[in-house]
T-cell receptor
Framework: KNEVEQSPQNLTAQEGEFITINCSYS?????LHWLQQHPGGGIVSLFM???GKKKHGRLIATINIQEKHSSLHITASHPRDSAVYIC??????????FGTGTRLQVFP | EPEVTQTPSHQVTQMGQEVILRCVPI?????FYWYRQILGQKVEFLVS????????KSEIFDDQFSVERPDGSNFTLKIRSTKLEDSAMYFC????????????FGPGTRLTVL
């Protein structure tokens, strides 16, 4: 069964800390997505990757195809980074299969 | 920057009533999706739509659900006879190509079935 697992479920950090959120998935994905869900519910796509590493500002996403694992890193975290971060995978179909999300709270 | 829009932002309805949720995808996008998120649960795929027909649907998307692109801009999700368990946030998304491309999400419609 194609599934996506995320850890941790909840994460608290002090401002400035380096944060890592992990995602594992089943074999055969065509792409792995990282998304951010704001407290109001809106969803924003952060990254889509199928290999290697991508960077945007303080956010870095990596994927290891052999280990079926992806990580999202946030450097120099800030309270405005507080949100739910969601990993989602596509398995050569149209649909995205979502993880349960990681709730991040960054305190000043 | 182009964005996906959804209306209404919140819909309250009585069980058994029909509801139509509306979405305006990004104008040059070709692939359209509906997802739902029951409160406290993960986001779930409902349906994808391309070239004026459903390309994939989940087990959730039964005969009570339908989608339509009635004109060149709107993309709608209809629930024929709502049930209490249809209460959820419904998200529309669009992409330029298939799911190997980024999907852009609308702000969601919160549906409450009483």
């Amino acid at each position: 069964k194609n599934e996506v697992e995320q850890s941790p479920q909840n994460l608290t950090a002090q401002e400035g800390e380096f944060i890592t959120i992990n995602c594992s998935y089943s074999v055969g994905i065509s792409a792995l997505h990282w998304l951010q869900q704001h407290p109001g519910g809106g969803i924003v796509s952060l990254f889509m990757l199928s290999s290697g590493k991508k960077k945007h500002g303080r956010l870095i996403a990596t994927i290891n195809i052999q280990e079926k694992h992806s990580s999202l890193h946030i450097t120099a975290s800030h309270p405005r980074d507080s949100a739910v971060y969601i990993c989602a995978a596509s398995y050569n179909t149209d649909k995205l299969i979502f993880g349960t999300g990681t709730r991040l709270q960054v305190f000043p | 920057e182009p964005e996906v829009t959804q209306t209404p932002s919140h819909q309250v309805t009585q069980m058994g009533q029909e509801v139509i949720l509306r979405c305006v995808p990004i104008s040059n996008h070709l692939y359209f999706y509906w997802y739902r998120q029951i409160l406290g649960q993960k986001v779930e795929f409902l349906v994808s739509f391309y070239n004026n027909e459903i390309s994939e649907k989940s087990e959730i998307f039964d005969d009570q659900f339908s989608v339509e692109r009635p004109d060149g801009s709107n993309f709608t999700l209809k629930i024929r006879s709502t049930k209490l368990e249809d209460s959820a946030m419904y998200f529309c998304a669009s992409s330029d190509t298939l799911t190997t491309d980024t999907q852009y999400f609308g702000p969601g419609t919160r549906l409450t079935v009483l």
